[in-house]
């Protein structure tokens, strides 16, 4: 429904790199409404929470040694109709070197380890995603972009 919503990461390597913008306009021009959106410079703490499901993969000291490398990244949440699978196609495979040109990963990377972007894969992620870097109350949900109507 309208109402889904995903949590949305630019990881250090896209901030550096100076895509926020570029990334954000494949949202939006999608059709997908932007509810919240903060830079943060994560914590150990925070960026291990994220990916506990990893805790045991080889590369996981790895993963938070990049998202907590100083540099701030950018969380957001979009919301729209079916807006965690579709976000997942704007992203791309998470192996770079099966993200097909015209996603976010197959345009700006070739590094799984520097893949640019998170996106939830989940309903259940998404909520946990979105309850871990956000209050609710930093959510705006109650205003509509002008062509919602038309678009969801
Ligand atoms: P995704 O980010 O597409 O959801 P994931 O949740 O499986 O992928 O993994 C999270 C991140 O961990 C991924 O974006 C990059 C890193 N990663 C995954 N597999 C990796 C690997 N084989 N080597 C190094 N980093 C990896
Ligand atoms: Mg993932």
């Given amino acids: 429904t309208s109402t889904e919503r995903s949590y949305v990461m630019i990881k250090p390597d896209g901030t550096s790199r100076q895509i926020v913008g570029d990334i954000i306009s494949r949202f939006e021009r999608r059709g997908y409404m932007l509810v919240a959106m903060k830079t943060v410079v ?18 996981y000291g790895g993963l ?49 380890g520097r893949n640019i972007i998170h996106a939830s894969d989940s309903h259940e992620s998404a909520t946990k995603e979105i ?22």
């Fill in 42 to 59: 994560p914590s150990q703490e925070l960026a291990k929470e994220h990916y506990i499901d990893l805790a045991k993969k080889p590369f």
């Fill in 64 to 112: 938070v040694k990049y998202i907590t490398n100083g540099t701030p990244v950018v969380a957001m949440v979009w919301q729209g109709k079916d807006v965690i699978r579709q976000g997942r196609r704007l992203v791309g495979a998470t192996n770079p070197l099966e993200a097909n040109p015209g996603s976010i990963r197959g345009d700006f990377c070739v590094s799984v």
């Fill in 131 to 152: 309850g871990l870097w956000f209050h609710e109350k930093e959510l705006a949900t109650e205003y509509r972009p002008i062509a919602w109507d038309m678009i969801m």
